[in-house]
């Protein structure tokens, strides 16, 4: 099973800018699909955005215009840049792979918004 580590979370101020990584283990073959979720401080998990890996994206309507899925070419790394953040955005940030040989979790990245 491959692994997901993320990284680039922190904090920022509101209306900063943050980029999150995430680096799967190994590359892998078939189509893929990489989803970025967050979760807020008492709330549940909600998707955020999702990059394929055609390179086609999708994004929640509390996200689009400020948010941004890029990826390099085998989907071995995903970025999403986050700009014009705020409070609201604070949550821990997780990736997602699904593809024909399962799905798989990264760990998560805690980002922090001050207002």
């Known amino acids: 099973q491959v692994q997901l580590l993320e990284s680039g979370g922190g904090l920022v101020q509101s209306g900063g800018s943050l980029r999150l990584s995430c680096t799967t283990s190994?590359?892998?073959?078939?189509?893929?699909?990489m989803n970025w979720y967050r979760q807020p401080p008492g709330k549940e998990r909600e998707l955020v955005a999702a990059?394929?890996?055609?390179?086609?994206?999708n994004y929640e309507d509390f996200v689009r215009g400020r948010f941004r899925n890029s990826k390099d070419k085998a989907l071995r790394v995903v970025y999403l840049q986050k700009d014009s953040l705020k409070p609201e955005d604070k949550a821990t940030y997780y990736c997602?792979?699904?593809?024909?040989?399962?799905?798989?979790w990264g760990q998560g990245t805690l980002v922090s918004v001050s207002s």
């Open positions: 190994r590359t892998i073959a078939g189509s893929r699909t």
């Open positions: 997602k792979i699904i593809s024909p040989c399962g799905d798989s």
């Open positions: 990059i394929t890996s055609s390179g086609i994206t």
